[in-house]
């Protein structure tokens, strides 16, 4: 089953008013969320090697924490973004843009077409 982001974004508003908890969604109380649902991300594969979190998703109980966290994480991020009036796909986009402009692809013949001297490769800036 496909969901529509915005319809998911409005069933979240629907569900944080029929409890009254708009007062409590500000944008630092959900940055503070998002941030509490990713460490418990985090928390599943904290003591895991990289080959036991590669096959994660093989154990059914360890695969329904794992889809839980993911949609508490997602939860946060799209109250987070309709709040601020962020659209969390230009958004993407537009980072995905300026991350292609400054980390060139490598070049076919193993070379670097540039922008990765530098050693960093996170988009997080």
């Not at 708009?22 to 599943?44: F, R, W």
């Not at 993407?92 to 193993?110: H, M, T, W």
């Amino acid at each position: 089953m496909r969901h529509d982001m915005a319809a998911l974004q409005r069933r979240l508003a629907e569900f944080a008013a029929a409890r009254d908890w708009q007062p409590y969604h500000t944008p630092k109380n959900l940055a503070a969320a998002l941030s509490v649902e990713a460490s418990e991300l985090l928390e599943i594969f904290q003591w895991l090697t990289p080959e036991q979190a590669e096959r994660v998703m093989e154990d059914p109980e360890s695969a329904h924490r794992v889809a839980d966290e993911v949609a508490d994480v997602l939860a946060y991020l799209l109250q987070f973004c309709e709040v601020l009036g962020v659209d969390p796909l230009v958004a993407l986009a537009a980072k995905i843009d300026r991350n292609e402009v400054r980390f060139p692809a490598r070049r076919r013949d193993g070379g670097d077409a540039g922008g990765a001297e530098t050693g960093d490769r996170h988009s997080s800036e």
